[in-house]
């Protein structure tokens, strides 16, 4: 197994430029989240979902948009992209949500918005 | 609300050594808690995991100690090598909207000096 792949793995955006976030996992987990973790800094939940066509917002949403339309795949959009936003970004999938679960993570996106 | 957070930064150890990292939470009803690993250039990692009905739980090499009546876990690592450097993180489930979803405290960067 793959485990949880991440592309790309680095990009320099514009302001204003869009982009997609792509991840992917082959554990047939239903549970995927998005996280940004900023320098020196734990991180924090962007969005997640629970299954396919299932996606609810985490704590710091703003700027983002996801989709969750097959178990594998999570990308995460960025419209307009804004310096804030510069950041490296992990995906993660578990095999469930809730309490005493087990999540993992993949290599990370970092993204600088200049 | 909940939060996680490290006493420390940063840590230097001598290889051989033991190293002890410790995480402060603030929410008396948390029961679950996670050390995760985080390597230069990777994702976190799960480390090991503790429910609030124990006190000690032990893995390969690592132990983490749960005080309930002070609001304090450690990691206490055995004998650390020159792989155990990374960042430690210690985490809980949101017990907020987002249920079981991780909420990160800042890290502390452990370097371990050969």
């Known amino acids: 197994n793959a485990g949880v792949t991440q592309t790309p793995k680095f990009r320099i955006l514009k302001i204003g430029q869009s982009m997609t976030l792509q991840c992917a996992q082959d554990m047939n987990h239903n549970y995927m989240y998005w996280y940004r973790q900023d320098p020196g800094m734990g991180l924090k939940l962007i969005y997640y979902s629970v299954g396919a066509g299932i996606t609810d917002k985490g704590e710091v949403p703003n700027g983002y948009n996801v989709s969750r339309s097959t178990t594998e795949d999570f990308p995460l959009r960025l419209e307009l992209a804004a310096p804030s936003q510069t950041s490296v970004y992990f995906c993660?999938?578990?095999?469930?949500?809730?309490?005493?679960?087990?999540?993992?993570f993949g290599p990370g996106t970092r993204l600088t918005v200049l | 609300g909940e939060s996680v957070g490290l006493h420390l930064p940063t840590l230097s150890v001598q290889e051989g050594d033991n190293s002890i990292i410790n995480c402060a939470y603030s929410n008396s009803a948390s029961d679950y808690f996670i050390w995760y690993k985080q390597e230069s250039g990777k994702g976190p990692q799960f480390i090991i995991d503790?429910?609030?009905?124990?006190d000690k739980r032990q893995g390969q090499r690592v132990t983490v100690l749960l005080n309930k009546t002070v609001k304090h876990l450690s990691l206490q690592i055995a004998a650390t090598q020159p792989g155990d450097s990374a960042v430690y993180f210690c985490a809980e489930p949101s017990y907020g909207g987002s249920q079981g979803n991780l909420i990160f405290g800042k890290g502390t960067k452990l370097s371990v000096k050969p």
């Open positions: 503790i429910r609030s009905n124990m």
């Open positions: 993660a999938s578990s095999l469930r949500q809730g309490f005493y679960n087990e999540q993992f």
